[in-house]
């Protein structure tokens, strides 16, 4: 094998602080739980979607290489992950359905700009009936928790492997 020595060579990766499951386990399995409680009246397209975009508003690498992955995996289209962060200018990628998710997502995420708006609530309550409303709020307060663990922690993007955590 032979070696480009002008190749770019990557930065190391930083160390966790902690692997807050190994010390906080019953957290950790309560999450998994409620994790998989918010899936089982939830589209997989639609979690997906939500937990990609929480995790790009909130920095979370370690999620985002997770979700993104796990998307892939799923059958999503490239393109349509690309495009989210900057779904206001790519809204023909998405279903209305899914913006109106996207624009929750956001709404929950970002409460430090205040309630979220009526005109949001009301666009997810006329895509979703009120299981799946229930479980879409949940699922984006869910994906919030595992961000702020993750951030909190400084956990490693980069080795999840699709498919790998079981909820």
Same mark, same amino acid.
């Given at each position: 094998?032979?070696?480009?020595? /002008?190749?770019?060579?990557?930065?190391?990766?930083?160390?966790?602080?902690?692997?807050?499951?190994?010390?906080?386990?019953? =957290?950790?399995?309560?999450?998994?739980?409620?994790?998989?409680?918010?899936?089982?009246?939830? !589209?997989?397209?639609?979690?997906?979607?939500?937990? %990609?975009?929480?995790?790009? $508003? /909130?920095?979370?690498?370690?999620?985002? !290489?997770?979700?993104?992955?796990d998307a892939l995996a799923a059958g999503e289209r490239v393109e349509r992950i690309i495009q989210l962060s900057a779904w206001e200018e790519s809204k023909h990628f998405y279903t209305a359905?899914? %913006?109106?998710?996207?624009?929750?997502?956001?709404?929950?995420?970002?409460?430090? !700009?205040?309630?979220?708006? !009526?005109? =949001?609530?009301?666009?997810?309550?006329?895509?979703?009936?009120?299981?799946?409303?229930?479980?879409?709020?949940?699922? $984006? /307060?869910? $994906?919030?928790?595992?961000?702020?663990?993750?951030?909190?922690?400084?956990?490693?993007?980069?080795?999840?492997?699709?498919?790998?955590?079981?909820?």
């Amino acid at each position: 094998m032979t070696t480009n020595e /002008n190749a770019p060579v990557n930065v190391p990766e930083h160390t966790p602080r902690m692997n807050w499951s190994e010390h906080a386990p019953e =957290v950790f399995k309560a999450m998994l739980q409620l994790e998989k409680a918010t899936r089982k009246h939830l !589209d997989p397209v639609v979690a997906e979607l939500v937990k %990609i975009r929480a995790s790009q $508003i /909130n920095h979370c690498a370690f999620c985002l !290489d997770m979700h993104t992955k796990d998307a892939l995996a799923a059958g999503e289209r490239v393109e349509r992950i690309i495009q989210l962060s900057a779904w206001e200018e790519s809204k023909h990628f998405y279903t209305a359905k899914e %913006i109106a998710a996207i624009e929750l997502t956001e709404a929950i995420t970002v409460v430090t !700009d205040g309630f979220v708006p !009526d005109e =949001v609530y009301e666009k997810a309550a006329k895509e979703f009936d009120e299981v799946e409303l229930a479980h879409l709020i949940a699922a $984006i /307060n869910t $994906i919030n928790v595992w961000n702020r663990f993750a951030v909190s922690t400084r956990m490693v993007p980069g080795h999840y492997v699709a498919g790998s955590i079981k909820h």
